[in-house]
């Protein structure tokens, strides 16, 4: 501090030994002195104008009531520095990270803080239990000391005779202070897995049961959904409240101080982290149960296997991944076999539905003309009548002009055949185009 007032960094004022501070242990390990200490204060913040000028002697600029500076009090009340922000971006150069945020307290609970009465409870448990072992473990003896003979040492070890005067299972009874009591091991472990919740250092011994009490399927997926769910946001507190704000100021330091090789501009950082081992497990369990509901052939179950085979830590993982994507692409000789084998398949199938359409066409002219054919038989025996008749008529005066109106009617028998016969044709015609 003397060498720093030297140099003109802080006032040249007088300063006296600090008081012992007794708030803060000392560190064991360190050799402690107790002359020639100066307690620091560092402020960063805001100090009104009027103590700050009074302070310094000097005029600040700007017209508000506040200035953002940095003060040095040593020993709590003597004022070795004080001086306008000289940073670019007028922040403070403080970064203060709170592990659990708790209303009303800066440093928040920090991890050793919320496991502390936990691993207290634990320590006392252990050691009572190893003090009331000594006692019950390790059998005593009663002994009835007047029948003992005069003098005697009485001691306990394998192969030392013992001398009574009398019967020595009347005289010498082993004697028990009482058994041990489960209760305090099952204390133990509950006290033990208290302390693994709290700091978040809970392994793979204790995540069954951590939640239903059973290692169910169920039970440690649930567990591990509320172990990672606590992970994810302390490591999101980590980056809003330390990262983001370190990362940002240590640029805008550069770019002040530095300002050729870090030019100023605007930078906006985003932070990319990567899966825990825990994480990285459970999200590959998650991906194989998916993977056992969807069949081989689907498409989606290369792309399962691949992002399994991704969260692995594999020696040779990006090899086995090129390979699965080189399988994954298609073949342009086996592509134009599986279009030449569908096209040929497409012809057959369409060839059968034509030789189906031509039997069905067949089948429906038969049938309509069989029906002409019976409409046609009454006009057939209708015309043989008509012969039958004028063979029998022999020469009669009146015979050529029977003949003749016989001849109209067999003209008028045939013209209405062939109109018959135009129905059929147009109707098989129709028939077909239907078809």
Same mark, same amino acid.
Request: glycine share 6%; with cysteine.
């Given at each position: ?277 825990? %994480?990285?497990?459970? $999200? /590959?369990?998650?991906? @194989? *149960?998916?993977? &056992? ?5 689907? #498409? ?57 359409? %031509?039997?069905?066409? $067949? /089948?429906?002219?038969? @049938? *309509?003309?069989? &029906? ?5 038989? #009454? ?57």
């Amino acid at each position: 501090m003397h060498l720093a007032q030297e140099k003109g960094i802080y006032f040249d004022v007088p300063v006296e030994e600090a008081a012992i501070d007794i708030d803060l242990e000392p560190d064991q390990d360190l050799t402690q002195y107790t002359d020639d200490k100066v307690r620091l204060t560092k402020y960063y913040g805001l100090v009104p104008r009027d103590l700050f000028e009074e302070a310094t002697g000097e005029k600040a600029e700007g017209n508000s009531e506040y200035i953002e500076s940095i003060v040095i009090v040593a020993n709590s009340g003597i004022l070795l520095k004080a001086e306008v922000n000289p940073y670019m971006m007028k922040d403070r150069p403080v970064v203060a990270f709170p592990w659990d945020v708790v209303p009303g307290r800066f440093w928040g609970r920090g991890i050793c803080e919320k496991g502390y009465n936990a691993q207290k409870a634990l320590d006392t448990e252990l050691r009572a239990r190893i003090d009331a072992l000594a006692l019950t473990v390790h059998p005593m003896l009663a002994v009835d000391a007047s029948r003992l003979p005069r003098g005697s040492k009485l001691e306990v070890r394998p192969g030392k005779a013992i001398l009574t005067n009398g019967n020595p299972s009347e005289i010498l009874q082993p004697f028990r202070f009482g058994n041990l009591d489960n209760t305090s091991f099952n204390q133990s472990a509950q006290l033990q897995q208290m302390v693994q919740m709290a700091t978040g250092s809970i392994d793979a011994a204790g995540i069954p049961g951590s939640i239903n009490g059973d290692a169910t399927a169920a039970g440690i997926s649930m567990s591990l959904g509320a172990i990672i769910k606590r992970h994810k946001r302390t490591l999101i507190n980590f980056q809003d409240s330390f990262l983001l704000p370190m990362i940002k100021k240590t640029a805008h330091r550069y770019m002040q101080f530095d300002p050729e090789r870090y030019p100023a501009q605007d930078f906006k950082f985003v932070p990319s982290s990567s899966l825990g081992i825990i %994480a990285r497990e459970y $999200e /590959v369990t998650q991906l @194989v *149960q998916l993977l &056992q509901t969807m069949s081989p052939e689907s #498409p989606m179950y290369p792309l399962l296997i691949q992002s399994i085979v991704d969260n692995m830590n594999l020696s040779n993982r990006e090899e086995i991944i090129a390979s699965m994507q080189q399988a994954m692409q298609p073949n342009p000789q086996q592509q134009q076999l599986q279009q030449q084998s569908l096209q040929v398949q497409i012809e057959k199938e369409l060839a059968t539905l034509e030789y189906v359409k %031509a039997q069905t066409a $067949e /089948v429906v002219s038969r @049938v *309509q003309q069989n &029906q002409v054919e019976t409409e046609l038989l #009454p006009v057939d025996s209708e015309t043989k009548r008509y012969a039958a008749v004028m063979k029998g008529l022999g020469q009669d005066p009146t015979e050529q002009e029977f003949n003749q109106r016989a001849k109209i009617a067999e003209l008028a028998l045939k013209q209405r055949e062939i109109e018959t016969k135009e129905d059929i044709v147009e109707m098989q015609m129709r028939g077909s185009n239907g078809n």
